[in-house]
């Protein structure tokens, strides 16, 4: 019975310690990769903060100048209307302006009156002379 004992307390317990105690083996370039990387790991997250602060501030600039492109749409929009209504009121000055012009240009029957009249006078004083 105490062979069984010295058998466990020997050979039995320090095993299942030792299954406890996992080993991990890394080759030498392996294990000084793995050091840079822990070592640039602190730099890695205060990338990454100032990336995410980065991204928040361009955001907000991209959302500044989607209201300011609607903004400039809207004017845009506003000016071309004016444009079209200046264009209308154009038309209607120029419509008013033909219409002056007509009404103070004589008309054929008035020339054809005028003409006639200068001869007539014409006429009448050379008979009279």
Not at 5 to 31: G, H, Q, W
Not at 43 to 69: P, Y
Request: charged share 25%.
């Amino acid at each position: 019975m105490s062979c069984v004992i010295v058998f466990v307390l020997l050979v039995l317990i320090p095993s299942n310690s030792r299954a406890e105690l996992k080993t991990i083996c890394f080759y030498e370039d392996d294990a000084a990769e793995i050091v840079v990387q822990l070592e640039n790991y602190d730099k890695q997250i205060e990338l990454v903060i100032a990336l995410k602060a980065e991204n928040e501030e361009l955001a907000g600039k991209t959302e500044s100048l989607a209201r300011l492109n609607d903004n400039q749409e809207k004017q845009l929009q506003d000016a071309d209307n004016a444009v079209k209504k200046l264009n209308g009121v154009i038309e209607t000055q120029k419509d008013a302006y033909e219409k002056q012009i007509k009404e103070i240009t004589p008309g054929f029957f008035q020339k054809m009156f005028t003409a006639l009249s200068g001869v007539g006078i014409g006429i009448l004083i050379g008979v009279l002379l």
